[in-house]
């Protein structure tokens, strides 16, 4: 079990998840997604009976951006994230309570198909306010990118 040893990052135990939170939501990214600072305004929606996929879709002047995300509850087993500080204050996230995790999920054409997730850089949303962000989580080095779904 990961626990923080000093002030500089505090953690999130598997992440917590959407809870009673009704989909679809609208998510704000200020700072927008990396390398993407025009992505902010997001729409958070289940895929029906593509669970436990969701879309995280956002519209651009430019073009509209679709990324296929998961929540790692249930899915990842021991991901213990944790944040730097300047990531928690900036979230306004004190606890798991205050926070949702989602992953990007990449899909690779191969032969069988797989689908990866990046656990090191994961998308924080505060529950309350909806604001996200994505994250290099503190603890990066306990983690591979990309971390195979099915693998365990």
């Known amino acids: 079990m990961l626990m923080p040893t000093d002030q500089i990052c505090h953690a999130l135990k598997g992440g917590a998840d959407t809870g009673q939170l009704e989909l679809p939501i609208s998510l704000t990214f200020p700072h927008g997604m990396v390398g993407l600072p025009m992505a902010t305004i997001a729409t958070l929606q289940r895929i029906p009976g593509e669970e436990p996929f969701m879309w995280l879709s956002f519209e651009n002047p430019e073009a509209r951006l679709n990324f296929l995300v998961i929540e790692p509850n249930g899915i990842i087993e021991n991901y213990n994230l944790e944040l730097f500080d300047q990531d928690a204050d900036e979230l306004e996230i004190r606890g798991t309570a205050d926070a949702f995790v989602l992953n990007v999920v990449?899909?690779?054409?191969?032969?069988?198909?797989?689908?990866?997730?990046?656990?090191?850089?994961?998308?924080?949303?505060?529950?309350?306010?909806?604001?996200?962000?994505?994250?290099?989580?503190?603890?990066?080095?306990?983690?591979?990118?990309?971390?195979?779904?099915?693998?365990?």
């Open 106 to 152: 990449t899909m690779r054409e191969t032969v069988p198909a797989t689908a990866s997730v990046n656990l090191t850089g994961p998308i924080i949303v505060n529950r309350h306010t909806l604001r996200a962000k994505q994250v290099v989580i503190s603890n990066y080095m306990n983690y591979r990118t990309p971390y195979i779904l099915g693998e365990g």
